[in-house]
């Protein structure tokens, strides 16, 4: 795609879409209703890097080397188990997909989407002093397909929880400040990629906000740049595409914006703007005062018996009044006048209160998870459940030809550490597993003890 073809068409269909010639159903130079919620211009910058609408996800899901999915707003209503399924072994056979999506959903094998809106209370990081819409810049460690993305914006954002046992390898590519809201959503990821274990000819990719990438968000901080890196990513390589928006498969976006190539079409849709209309009608008016002698012409007119004393006055009077109106306009416009009302703040139910008066929430299978995934990187030396699971298959080789014990309790504490514990857990039975895991770490991470010097060696003087 050269410069020259992505400003021709970013323009042409900015212009469609403001003008009203895309969606004609809305009324001559009326725009669409909702225009700026769509995803248009994101579907236009995929297809500019060569990728072919199709009309159906099977296809594509048939032919994943070529493919590119791309999924914003709310997943389909009846996509169960089987299809999310089918969407991973997608992306394990060289696919890219893109999930982008604000509702509550929780993927097994890619993660859960959380329900924000997600704040925060440090003015650095709001935007144009919005406490729901977050400024927030990619990491330096971060991916570095961002290349230089600065700050991004989100519109009452989500978070995303990567699944730590599954098919892929999470990174955080832009993720939430320390001091966002709620304290669930800190240090979440916000844009996050997945790669297959030990391949990298696939990619998956999750954003918690769908309105990242939507037509109206696009002019906000740096989210253009954003998705232009975005698309190229998710095209690389790749020669069709499957645009999902709300539980619907768009068609192509060069089909609907031909008809605005042709000439004639151009001018029996595109109405010219009202504004523009004003506009010419007033350098009109100004060029006809500026060519005659108004000033002279009305003075000539005045009426005889006005004393002269009186058009003083009236000068005076027009200066005093230019003058409050200017008065006027800077107290309006000053922020220091402006009355300042804080936000409701909802009580909390009954049931909330006697649930934390009560201590149900005493239940330390979290604290377990943490011992378990500590001790499997203490015992592993990696951070990869695939690692902990092949150390435990070797150690149920290794203590079936020993006849050792604590295979049982090293694959407790192996499945505790993928996968969570199961059920709640009492404070008792936190403290007999830690005790566990001390025996565990004393059998297995214990040093060697060094063998005795033979007595016949002479001694080092």
């Not at 389909?76 to 997608?90: E, G, Q, S």
């Amino acid at each position: 795609m050269t410069p020259d073809t992505f400003v021709f068409s970013f323009v042409l269909a900015v212009a469609s879409l403001l003008s009203g010639g895309v969606a004609a159903a809305q009324g001559p130079g009326q725009p669409p209703a909702g225009w700026s919620f769509g995803w248009d211009l994101f579907q236009l910058l995929l297809e500019e890097q060569g990728l072919r609408a199709l009309p159906d996800l099977d296809k594509a899901l048939t032919q994943p080397k070529d493919s590119v999915v791309v999924m914003l707003g709310a997943p389909p209503a009846n996509f169960a188990a089987a299809d999310w399924n089918n969407l991973i072994r997608f992306v394990t056979e060289g696919g890219s997909l893109l999930v982008a999506s604000e509702s509550s959903t929780r993927v097994s094998g890619f993660g859960e989407f959380v329900a924000g809106p997600v704040t925060t209370r440090a003015p650095k990081n709001q935007y144009e002093g919005f406490d729901d819409c977050l400024q927030l810049s990619p990491a330096p460690a971060s991916a570095t397909w961002l290349g230089d993305v600065g700050p991004i914006v989100t519109n009452r954002s989500g978070w995303f929880v990567p699944d730590p046992v599954g098919w892929l390898n999470w990174e955080v590519a832009i993720g939430f400040p320390v001091d966002s809201l709620p304290a669930a959503s800190r240090r979440q990821a916000l844009l996050a990629t997945g790669r297959p274990v030990g391949s990298d000819i696939g990619l998956a990719m999750v954003s918690a906000d769908a309105s990242l990438f939507s037509n109206g968000m696009l002019w906000h901080g740096e989210n253009a740049l954003l998705a232009i890196r975005v698309s190229e990513l998710l095209g690389e390589n790749k020669r069709q595409l499957v645009f999902m928006t709300n539980r619907q498969v768009q068609g192509s976006y060069r089909e609907r914006l031909q008809p605005l190539l042709d000439d004639s079409a151009v001018e029996r849709v595109v109405i010219e703007p009202e504004w523009q209309k004003a506009l010419r009608l007033t350098n009109a008016v100004v060029k006809e005062v500026a060519g005659s002698n108004v000033l002279n012409e009305a003075l000539r007119q005045r009426p005889r018996d006005v004393p002269p004393a009186r058009y003083f006055r009236a000068l005076l009077y027009t200066i005093a009044t230019a003058m409050l109106c200017g008065l006027v306009w800077l107290l309006v416009t000053q922020r220091t006048w402006r009355a300042f009302f804080f936000p409701p703040r909802p009580m909390r139910a009954s049931f909330e209160l006697r649930e934390q008066a009560s201590g149900a929430n005493s239940d330390f299978r979290n604290a377990a998870g943490y011992l378990a995934r500590e001790f499997c990187y203490e015992l592993t030396d990696s951070s990869q459940s695939a690692d902990w699971q092949k150390h435990l298959a070797e150690q149920l080789v290794s203590g079936r030809k020993s006849n050792r014990g604590d295979s049982p309790e090293l694959t407790k504490v192996v499945d505790i550490a993928c996968r969570g514990h199961q059920s709640k857990m009492t404070e008792q039975q936190f403290q007999q597993f830690a005790r566990s895991l001390d025996q565990l770490r004393a059998s297995l991470l214990s040093p060697k003890k060094e063998p005795k010097a033979n007595a016949s060696t002479p001694s080092p003087p």
